[in-house]
């Protein structure tokens, strides 16, 4: 049962929360974590907890009636995507008229579905986006204190020559190379070595058997497995699942009280119920943190929120888009969910792209090579409060995507004509070559400085702090979840020192 109070509150289990959580434990404080998803650990009737891609059923989606993968089409045809019953899954698509957001949900959020790379940006780019952060301190310490924690290994490069799963990262490799730009091999959170005996028939198969984006059963390094086993282990730290936050009131003392609502997996409501805490720390991620705090500044409860909630919100430039490969260039029918190689032409001054050679886990021969590229656009979003459904709308256009496309579109005509090959149209639905309508990066929203101060305390209150992604501005020039958890790191270790201890 849930108690009536606890010293600190912890919402959410996704990076900036679990780091948070794990070093509150460690100093000795009592701390409750409250998540709305489920604990993902007993098998369903087939044995494994997730299911796979090209098998999914209700444990893939959050609340769908259908599945809603990011590879809507193939040959136009919806092969991807199956009627599946509502049910608390572990992959959520929430959809905002032109942009919809993918995030995880469960302990260990985004780690449950994610494709595992843990990349730290480029110095020089941190320092542009967070110029008020000292990056010295950033790539000295916290950063190594994330990758260790995070479990980040790196793959074997004589291995990754001559393997079968890899062998559609080598064709996008050689493609790129040849029209003169340069690859770099992407750290990760999936156990290579476990991959290596995946492939070698010795260890039952996660990576290579179409699993990712709806969890997987095997080799992956998920918080529930790092950080949040970790915080466990310190005693101090508890979890309830299925637990979602709904309000913030603020008392006379400055204790901080939370409307939590409990829920079945069926999305029955069991009860609503309060919890009162001194140190409250909002780690719901960019869309959840920044919709408890616009609601509670729209709705009154906590009128001295700045206008800097809701604003400053991005996709990390995101687009997706395929090229067609020639016949004799085959990707393979086994392909590793977890990429290890991206297209690194950051350092173009006018259109930076870092695109991720992203698998086509299809368990069959596509002549399709797959790409994530992560883009420097400079539009941001932001939320409003819609107040007859009681929640956050983003306010993203189309056109705000353009230059997204505009970036993919200047590396990938090179690639494409340096090969002699050109793009797929019938990948996303309709004929379009890029796919820019959703992000698996949201960030922003409560952006560090802006809406908090430079350690993510909450601007107007005290003992209030944000601790994920909704404290970067949009972008990271990568993909974000070791930035997110470095600048937990850094945070957590300050506000112990200046406000819990204290
Ligand atoms: P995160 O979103 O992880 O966690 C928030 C948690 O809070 C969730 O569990 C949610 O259920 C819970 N919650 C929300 N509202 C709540 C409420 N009101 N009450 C209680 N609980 C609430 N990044 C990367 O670096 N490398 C990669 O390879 C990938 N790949 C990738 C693939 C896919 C398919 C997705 C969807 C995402 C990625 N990402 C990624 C992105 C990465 O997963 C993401 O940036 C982080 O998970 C964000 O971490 P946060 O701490 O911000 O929150």
Same mark, same amino acid.
């Given at each position: ?381 932001? $939320? ?53 309508? $959703? ?64």
């Amino acid at each position: 049962p849930l108690p009536e109070y606890s010293p600190a509150v912890v919402i959410g289990t996704g990076y900036g929360a679990a780091a948070t959580a794990l070093r509150l434990g460690e100093a000795g404080i009592s701390t409750l974590m409250l998540e709305m998803g489920q604990l993902w650990q007993d098998p369903g009737p087939d044995g494994n907890v997730f299911c796979s891609m090209l098998k999914p059923d209700r444990r893939a989606m959050w609340f769908k009636q259908r599945t809603e993968a990011p590879l809507a089409s193939f040959l136009w045809l919806d092969l991807a995507n199956h009627d599946i019953d509502p049910y608390a899954g572990v992959l959520d698509r929430v959809n905002f008229g032109d942009m919809s957001v993918y995030l995880g949900r469960g302990v260990g959020g985004g780690s449950l579905v994610n494709g595992a790379m843990a990349v730290t940006p480029k110095r020089s780019y941190f320092e542009e986006i967070l110029p008020r952060v000292d990056a010295d301190e950033m790539y000295r310490r916290y950063f190594p204190r994330a990758n260790a924690a995070l479990g980040m290994n790196e793959v074997d490069r004589n291995w990754f020559e001559t393997c079968r799963s890899y062998q559609y990262a080598r064709v996008s490799r050689k493609s790129a190379e040849k029209a003169g730009f340069r690859t770099a091999f992407v750290p990760s959170v999936y156990d290579f070595e476990y991959l290596k005996r995946e492939e070698a028939g010795t260890a039952e198969r996660s990576a290579l058997a179409s699993e990712v984006i709806y969890g997987n059963n095997h080799g992956k390094r998920s918080l529930d497995r790092t950080y949040l086993a970790a915080a466990l282990g310190t005693g101090r730290v508890t979890i309830q699942t299925l637990h979602e936050v709904r309000e913030i009131i603020q008392q006379p003392d400055g204790s901080y009280t939370l409307v939590v609502r409990e829920t079945d997996p069926y999305g029955a409501v069991l009860a609503t119920r309060h919890v009162t805490t001194r140190h409250l720390f909002l780690g719901a991620g960019s869309l959840g943190s920044t919709e408890l705090l616009l609601r509670a500044r729209e709705t009154g409860r906590l009128p001295r929120l700045p206008e800097a909630v809701g604003q400053g919100w991005g996709t990390n430039g995101n687009v997706m888009l395929g090229r067609a490969n020639h016949a004799w260039d085959t990707t393979g029918s086994l392909q590793s969910g977890m990429p290890a190689l991206g297209i690194d032409n950051w350092h173009d001054p006018v259109h930076p792209v870092f695109a991720e050679i992203a698998p086509v886990p299809a368990g069959l021969e596509t002549w399709v090579s797959l790409y994530l590229a992560i883009t420097k656009n400079r539009e941001r979003g932001h $939320f409003t409060y819609d107040p007859a459904s009681d929640s956050a709308k983003l306010q993203w256009s189309a056109a705000q995507g353009q230059p997204s496309v505009d970036a993919a579109k200047a590396l990938f005509d090179k690639i494409n004509s340096a090969n002699r090959t050109i793009y797929r149209h019938d990948l996303f639905g309709d004929t379009r070559p890029f796919e820019n309508r $959703f992000t698996y990066h949201p960030l922003g929203g409560l952006v560090l400085g802006e809406a908090t101060d430079d350690y993510g305390r909450v601007k107007g209150y005290r003992n209030l702090y944000v601790t994920d992604g909704s404290l970067i501005p949009g972008s990271t020039g990568v993909n974000p979840f070791v930035t997110i958890t470095a600048l937990a790191e850094r945070n957590i270790e300050r506000v112990l020192a200046e406000d819990v201890r204290a």
